[in-house]
């Protein structure tokens, strides 16, 4: 019964921005760490990323800059903040959560940069 749910994905051109929000249900425990992973047509899934309850964060480099990970502990909730959007930038983005061995997906939303 545990889920996660995005929101904020969709179309935008090129040097916009996005907000995408993930909030978890179902859940009798907190994630210890939740982050955004991406997956593009013919390519594998990569970690775009992830943040821990404690506020460390990592980053892809090739988002290093642009987007900005963050979250609400007590909602068990992440957002990604995306600034200068690239067409390269267009994939499934997903969200995740993990307590030690445990880990949650969500269905995916899908984000377009147009150029």
């Known amino acids: 019964q545990v889920q996660l749910v995005e929101s904020g994905g969709g179309l935008v051109q090129a040097g916009g921005s996005l907000r995408l929000s993930c909030a978890a249900s179902g859940t009798i425990f907190s994630f210890n760490a939740m982050g955004w992973y991406r997956q593009a047509p013919g390519k594998q899934r990569e970690l775009v990323a992830g943040v821990t309850s404690g506020g460390s964060t990592n980053y892809a480099d090739s988002v290093k800059g642009r987007f900005t990970i963050s979250r609400d502990n007590a909602k068990n909730t992440v957002y990604l903040l995306m600034n200068s959007l690239k067409p390269e930038d267009t994939a499934v983005y997903f969200c995740?959560?993990?307590?030690?061995?445990?880990?949650?997906w969500g269905q995916g939303t899908q984000v377009t940069v147009s150029s």
């Open positions: 995740n959560g993990e307590r030690g061995p445990f880990r949650v």
